[in-house]
């Protein structure tokens, strides 16, 4: 089981980015796939998960109506939409899967993780 998360980089405030999150050695239909996010000094937080039942959204505030989160089953992957970035979501994302498929907004519930991709908003 191994999740690539991918699509981070430098982008200015107001700019957006799509993260992707590509799993091998499952499928998507049996696997509750989440976003975390952890900034520099501060705990990992949730985002969102998607799994067969629908979509699940731990967003902050200051996260709603930014951040999507969307999967396509034929490419094995889970997306994460970041629109309006902010200097506050910079940050290492993380992609993490849990078996059987119910999403939780809690870290310890998930047993898979990817390595992370850094987010830097930042004009």
């Known amino acids: 089981v191994q999740l690539q998360a991918s699509g981070g980089g430098l982008v200015q405030p107001g700019g957006s980015l799509r993260l992707s999150c590509a799993a091998s050695g499952f499928t998507l239909d049996y696997t509750a796939i989440a976003w975390f996010r952890q900034a520099p000094g501060k705990e990992r937080e949730g985002i969102s998960c998607?799994?067969?039942?629908?979509?699940?959204?731990y967003v902050s505030e200051s996260m709603k109506g930014r951040f999507t989160i969307s999967r396509d089953n034929s490419e094995n992957t889970v997306y994460l939409q970041m629109n309006s970035l902010e200097r506050e979501d910079t940050a290492v994302y993380y992609c993490?899967?849990?078996?059987?498929?119910?999403?939780?907004?809690?870290?310890?519930?998930?047993?898979?993780w990817g390595q992370g991709t850094l987010v830097t908003v930042s004009s």
């Open positions: 993490t899967a849990r078996q059987p498929a119910r999403c939780s907004q809690h870290m310890e519930h998930y047993s898979y």
């Open positions: 998607v799994s067969i039942s629908g979509v699940y959204n």
